[in-house]
């Protein structure tokens, strides 16, 4: 479990990090969401010791990650793949890690088993492509068998094949009972991966909530109707008759907007259309995440292609 009280981190007087109070559980996979410096990295770093609070708190299991006796036996994590002695073969650097923190050599064979390195054990770490310095990463976080993981962008770099790997991986360990918190930019992968959702703006804190809630909360409520094409226009008339909001959908029958699910079968059957698909849809994660961090969006590219602030 990771808890977090009013933790807030200022750079001179920037405020990287502005009052944040949240728990990270056990038993799920917690996705940490925000737009490019909206204070994620800070936070898992202060999370994991590397930066200090300039007030508020940040707990792993109830300690400050300073206070845990043997770090990497309770929180693993992966910060910057690329921190990796580039010399040293892909065993060694495993060895040197499982040394230092008390952590058995059988451990060594096992991760790189697990995350599909046991051929190149032997390769200097320097040659790894992207996607495998990214699986050496999550060797080491895994190395300790730790009950909490902190990943900062795991899936950077890897294929489909490999993302779908690490989906698979986290929620193994989440089922286990762990702590998994995990930032990414890639929405499309957080909804299918995370069930709670974490969202920071400018530092902020703008949701902590159930991710399945999140979408149904959030979505724009519309409705796909399919008839019989004999019967479709008659439909779409009934359904603007009602006050509905009628669009085509690509895959064919109409996208209802204005009207719940239950009127429109009760409507349907009313004027005995039959309905052969009533369906809810619900807007992605990536919809619901723009427009809630359109407003905190610290920095977007101009119309010069250039960064600007934006007040
Ligand atoms: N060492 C530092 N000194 C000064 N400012 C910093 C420092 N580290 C981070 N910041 C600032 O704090 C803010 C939050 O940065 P942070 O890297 O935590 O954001 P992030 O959400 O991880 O962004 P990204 O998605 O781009 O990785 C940014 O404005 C950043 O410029």
Same mark, same amino acid.
């Not at 006796?69 to 002695?85: F, I, N, T, Y």
């Not at 492509?129 to 730790?146: E, K, V, Y």
């Not at 890639?186 to 902020?204: F, H, K, N, P, Y």
């Given at each position: 479990?990771?808890?977090?009280?009013?933790?807030?981190?200022?750079?001179?007087?920037?405020?990287?990090?502005?009052?944040?109070?949240?728990?990270?559980?056990?038993?799920?996979?917690?996705?940490?969401?925000?737009?490019?410096?909206?204070?994620?990295?800070?936070?898992?770093?202060?999370?994991?010791?590397?930066?200090?609070?300039?007030?508020? @708190?940040?707990?792993?299991?109830?300690?400050?990650?300073?206070?845990?006796?043997?770090?990497?036996?309770?929180?693993?994590?992966?910060?910057?793949?690329?921190?990796?002695?580039?010399?040293?073969?892909?065993?060694?650097?495993?060895?040197?890690?499982?040394?230092?923190?008390?952590?058995?050599?059988?451990?060594?064979?096992?991760?790189?088993?697990?995350?599909?390195?046991? #051929?190149?054990?032997?390769?200097?770490?320097?040659?790894?492509?992207?996607?495998?310095?990214?699986?050496?990463?999550?060797?080491?976080?895994?190395?300790?068998?730790? #009950?909490?993981?902190?990943?900062?962008?795991?899936?950077?770099?890897?294929?489909?094949?490999?993302?779908?790997?690490?989906?698979?991986?986290?929620?193994?360990?989440?089922?286990?009972?762990?702590?998994?918190?995990?930032?990414?930019?890639?929405?499309?992968?957080? #909804?299918?991966?995370?069930?709670?959702?974490?969202?920071?703006?400018?530092?902020?804190?703008?949701?902590?909530?159930?991710?399945?809630?999140?979408?149904?909360?959030?979505?724009?409520?519309?409705?796909?109707?399919?008839?019989?094409?004999?019967?479709?226009?008659?439909?779409?008339?009934?359904?603007?008759?009602?006050?509905?909001?009628?669009?085509?959908?690509?895959?064919?029958?109409?996208?209802?907007?204005? =009207?719940?699910?239950?009127? =429109?079968? #009760?409507?349907?059957?009313?004027?005995?259309?039959?309905?052969?698909?009533?369906?809810?849809?619900?807007?992605?994660?990536?919809?619901?995440?723009?427009?809630?961090?359109? @407003?905190?969006?610290?920095?977007?590219?101009?119309?010069?292609?250039?960064?600007?602030?934006?007040?």
């Amino acid at each position: 479990m990771i808890e977090a009280r009013e933790l807030t981190k200022r750079y001179g007087d920037k405020t990287a990090v502005d009052r944040l109070t949240f728990t990270v559980r056990p038993g799920l996979v917690t996705g940490f969401l925000g737009p490019n410096g909206a204070g994620k990295s800070t936070t898992m770093r202060m999370i994991l010791g590397l930066d200090a609070p300039s007030s508020g @708190t940040v707990t792993v299991n109830k300690r400050r990650y300073d206070r845990l006796a043997a770090p990497l036996r309770e929180v693993g994590s992966l910060l910057d793949a690329k921190s990796v002695h580039g010399g040293r073969s892909v065993r060694q650097h495993l060895l040197g890690l499982a040394r230092s923190n008390a952590i058995p050599r059988s451990q060594v064979d096992a991760v790189l088993d697990r995350v599909g390195l046991s #051929e190149v054990a032997n390769q200097r770490a320097k040659g790894l492509s992207l996607g495998m310095g990214q699986r050496l990463g999550i060797a080491a976080a895994l190395l300790g068998d730790p #009950e909490v993981l902190i990943l900062d962008e795991p899936v950077n770099g890897l294929d489909t094949e490999g993302i779908r790997w690490i989906r698979a991986l986290l929620k193994s360990l989440a089922v286990q009972g762990r702590t998994v918190f995990l930032s990414s930019h890639l929405m499309s992968e957080m #909804e299918l991966t995370a069930d709670r959702l974490i969202v920071i703006g400018r530092g902020r804190l703008l949701a902590d909530t159930d991710m399945r809630e999140f979408i149904e909360t959030h979505s724009q409520g519309t409705t796909l109707v399919r008839t019989a094409d004999s019967e479709a226009e008659r439909m779409r008339q009934l359904l603007e008759r009602a006050g509905g909001t009628v669009r085509l959908d690509a895959r064919g029958g109409w996208r209802v907007a204005g =009207i719940p699910p239950a009127t =429109i079968g #009760e409507l349907a059957r009313e004027h005995h259309v039959a309905v052969h698909e009533l369906t809810p849809l619900f807007s992605s994660l990536e919809e619901i995440y723009t427009t809630m961090t359109r @407003t905190s969006v610290e920095y977007r590219g101009s119309t010069q292609d250039t960064k600007e602030l934006i007040p």
